[in-house]
């Protein structure tokens, strides 16, 4: 499976920065963007704001083995890097 990555910044509204990491079958931003801000939102942080170019493309990847189910059954995964809970 080919995984596609966009590099997320998002800045809560008490200035607190998520760093993550949207993984998607397709080469979608529009896509991305949607999918970040539903993630934000089950984590509790809908009023977070994604900055302009807040959502980028990032790289393609052949395979990400250890998030390919969760891609498979919920059509994305999100890989936490800075300030996200755990």
Same mark, same amino acid.
């Given at each position: 499976?080919?995984?596609?990555?966009?590099?997320?910044?998002?800045?809560?509204?008490?200035?607190?920065?998520?760093?993550?990491?949207?993984?998607?079958?397709?080469?979608?931003?529009?896509?991305?963007?949607?999918?970040?801000?539903?993630?934000?939102?089950?984590?509790? *942080?809908? %009023?977070?704001? $994604?900055?302009?170019? +807040?959502? !980028?493309?990032?790289?393609?990847?052949?395979?990400?083995? *250890?998030? %390919?189910?969760? $891609?498979?059954?919920? +059509?994305? !995964?999100?890989?936490?890097?800075?300030?996200?809970?755990?």
């Amino acid at each position: 499976m080919s995984v596609h990555v966009f590099d997320t910044y998002a800045y809560t509204s008490k200035g607190k920065r998520l760093h993550f990491d949207v993984l998607l079958p397709t080469k979608d931003a529009e896509l991305a963007l949607t999918t970040a801000r539903k993630w934000l939102t089950e984590i509790g *942080e809908a %009023d977070a704001e $994604i900055r302009r170019g +807040g959502c !980028a493309f990032c790289h393609t990847s052949i395979s990400v083995p *250890e998030f %390919d189910e969760t $891609i498979k059954q919920q +059509g994305y !995964a999100i890989y936490k890097l800075e300030g996200c809970p755990a």
